[in-house]
């Protein structure tokens, strides 16, 4: 059973910090790796995605690969109040399905 | 926003009755997806469908099966409903693979709103 491990949090974070989530993944084969934010109430939607080893840069938001170590993390910088959400890491599990770990709650507070 | 609209979007219903859960697409995107979420363990597939009379299993398919006749709908059905079945169930679409490592394509779902389910 493929699996993607987060911790459930919730990460409380001040307002203009930096906020680490961090993901594991348990099949080495997997390829495509994305980040997706949940807010309470609503559906996922898609911030981030790496394919490769090191980091992505998409404005605040940074993603970081390590396939070696099976790990991927998404940065928040300059953290904001509407940055709390739930953030939900997901891994190509092969043929086109993805596999979504349980989500780690963010709270930034002001 | 993509156009995916799934109906209905809350439904109270019995054990042992059946249930269907409408999935419209107006994106004419080739991949379709039934998630389940519940507290603790996150969106989980239940079905997916690749095209046209084409699905697949995913990982919680046992009490559910699907059809997609047409590109535009995917249903979803609970033959006979239980209480471990209720649950927020979303329905997805991709227009790609998963594995767009070109960077043009990044396999992206556009989820739709939700459907709640309760089953008593």
């Known amino acids: 059973q493929k699996e993607v491990e987060q911790n459930s949090g919730p990460l409380s974070v001040p307002e203009g910090a930096i906020a680490s989530l961090n993901c594991t993944y348990s099949d080495r084969g997997s390829q495509s790796f994305f980040w997706y934010r949940q807010y309470s109430g609503k559906s996922p939607e898609l911030i981030m995605f790496i394919y490769s080893n090191g980091d992505k840069e998409d404005g605040r938001f940074t993603a970081q690969l390590n396939k070696a170590s099976q790990y991927v993390s998404l940065l928040i910088r300059d953290s904001q109040p509407s940055d709390s959400a739930t953030y939900l890491c997901?891994?190509?599990?092969?043929?086109?399905?993805?596999?979504f770990g349980a989500g780690t709650r963010l709270a930034v507070h002001p | 926003d993509a156009g995916i609209t799934q109906s209905p979007r809350h439904k109270v219903t019995e054990t042992g009755t059946p249930v269907t859960l409408r999935c419209h697409q107006t994106?004419?995107?080739?991949?379709m997806y039934w998630y389940r979420q519940d507290p603790g363990h996150g969106l989980r597939l239940i079905h997916y469908?690749?095209?046209?009379?084409?699905?697949d299993k995913g990982e919680v398919s046992d009490g559910y099966s699907v059809s997609r006749s047409k590109t535009e709908d995917f249903l979803l059905t609970l033959e006979s409903a239980t209480s471990s079945q209720t649950s927020v169930y979303f329905c997805?679409?991709?227009?790609?693979?998963?594995?767009?490592?070109?960077?043009?394509?990044?396999?992206?779902?556009?989820f739709g709103e939700g459907s709640r389910l309760t089953v008593l």
């Open positions: 997805a679409i991709s227009e790609s693979e998963h594995t767009g490592t070109s960077g043009f394509n990044t396999g992206e779902l556009f």
């Open positions: 994106e004419n995107h080739r991949y």
């Open positions: 997901a891994v190509e599990g092969g043929y086109n399905k993805l596999i």
């Open positions: 469908s690749y095209g046209v009379k084409d699905t």
